[in-house]
T-cell receptor, first 117, second 119 residues
Framework: NAGVTQTPKFRVLKTGQSMTLLCAQD?????MYWYRQDPGMGLRLIHY???????AKGEVPDGYNVSRLKKQNFLLGLESAAPSQTSVYFC????????????????FGAGTRLSVL | EDKVVQSPLSLVVHEGDTVTLNCSYE??????LLWYKQEKKAPTFLFML????IEKKSGRLSSILDKKELFSILNITATQTGDSAVYLC???????????????????FGQGTRLTINP
């Protein structure tokens, strides 16, 4: 049981290049999230998904696109990378169950450190 | 706009000291407040608080929520060097009214408190 797996772990891009970050979870969670973490700003929600085939914008969606074609995967795309997108990206997933609040905890991947030059 | 503010942003203490980390929030559709510990990688879950005045405890760590005054504290007693980390406070809010019954939420994070324990 791997939990939440992010690939790649590190990446350096030049301005204008594109890339896709992959998040995979094996816990059969309905909800998945992409966050970015910048120094002094905590984690901010980029996009999220409440189920296969559905996505929605979070707090800072500009410059990113996402897709959830399979329940276990949530992809984050940068079509034309900018230096302002240099950050650490975290994916998270959780179960929608309302039966036990203690289980409504987001599980995080290990992060992807992205530098855009 | 939903907001979570942590203080202090940075704290350096000696091993054995007791520390208190603060988290205040202003959000709509509050569901719960969570504390995470982040070392070099992903945040790891510590506590989830939903009710005021009920202390959650795990070893030397404890936390309590005040929903009237909109804050929470995380206490660490008899600190050890392994407690050095960034501690994140997050408030879980319901995302969309229409999706409340499905339980869709997001986490709004504070900036984090960087705690350093010196031997």
């Amino acid at each position: 049981n791997a939990g939440v797996t992010q690939t790649p772990k590190f990446r350096v891009l030049k301005t204008g290049q594109s890339m896709t970050l992959l998040c995979a979870q094996d816990m059969n969670h309905e909800y998945m999230y992409w966050y970015r973490q910048d120094p002094g700003m905590g984690l901010r929600l980029i996009h999220y998904s409440v189920g296969e085939g559905t996505t929605a914008k979070g707090e800072v969606p500009d410059g990113y696109n996402v897709s959830r074609l399979k329940k276990q995967n949530f992809l984050l795309g940068l079509e034309s990378a900018a230096p302002s997108q240099t950050s650490v990206y975290f994916c998270a997933s959780r179960s929608p169950s309302l039966a036990a609040l203690a289980k409504n905890i987001q599980y995080f991947g290990a992060g992807t450190r992205l530098s855009v030059l | 706009e939903d907001k979570v503010v942590q203080s202090p942003l940075s704290l350096v203490v000696h091993e054995g000291d007791t520390v208190t980390l603060n988290c205040s929030y202003e959000v709509t559709n509050f569901r719960s407040l969570l504390w995470y510990k982040q070392e070099k990688k992903a945040p790891t879950f510590l506590f989830m608080l939903t009710s005021s005045g009920i202390e959650k405890k795990s070893g030397r760590l404890s936390s309590i929520l005040d929903k009237k005054e909109l804050f929470s504290i995380l206490n660490i007693t008899a600190t050890q060097t392994g407690d050095s980390a960034v501690y994140l406070c997050a408030v879980e809010v319901n995302l969309l009214a229409v999706e409340v019954m499905r339980g869709a939420q997001k986490l709004v994070f504070g900036q984090g408190t960087r705690l350093t324990i010196n031997p």
